[in-house]
């Protein structure tokens, strides 16, 4: 974990890295808001190399996806379909307290529970004290792989959402608001 009370040097290491997984997804080049309000938790392999990145943000509430109807087909098939539509979202706002801004793992090494080690690291140290449930968090505009990650982790496609609106994804649709 690395905050602002850390030293400055990790504190640039941290910039670099969010401005790497920034481009991996789409993002354009934006500066983190408050960096005094974010924590940052990185995934190092063995072999010394960053192989994922976790970003949080406090936040006081988030929207439940809509689950919409799979179509019948094979596991394949179903990836695909979930991987092309765009999901909608609840307006109703719900309490949350925790926004996961980004979730990114080195593409060599997904598949392999390191983005669930890191949202289990992120619940038991965001708040100083407390483990967070999985209904606490919610996932800012996901990501086709970041919906399905988040589907399996929540344990439902009706996870908590936030921060669409003002998305600079430039792969995506806009989400439909119901
Ligand atoms: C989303 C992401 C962080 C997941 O990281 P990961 O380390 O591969 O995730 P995990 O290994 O912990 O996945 C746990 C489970 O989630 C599901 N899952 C994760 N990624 C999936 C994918 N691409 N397709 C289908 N299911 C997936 C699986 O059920 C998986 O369990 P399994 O491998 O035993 O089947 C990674 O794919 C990534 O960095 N993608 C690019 C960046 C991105 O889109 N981030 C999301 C922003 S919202």
New binding site residues.
Partial sequence: TVTVRDKKHWLSVVEEIREM?DN??GFQQVETKCPSQTKTFLFISNDKKVA?CLIAEHIQEGYRVIEEAVPEGSEGEK?MF??QRAWCCSTNPEPALCG?S??????M???????????ECLRNNFIYGSYLSKEEIA???????????????CGTSQFLVYNFVSGTRSDQQSPNLV
């Fill in positions: 997984v991996d997804l994922g990836v979930e991987r996961i980004r979730i990114w793992v080195f593409s090494m997904r598949r392999r529970g390191i983005a669930s080690r890191m949202i996932f800012s505009d996901p990501t086709p792989d970041g919906k399905l990650f988040a589907t399996h982790y």
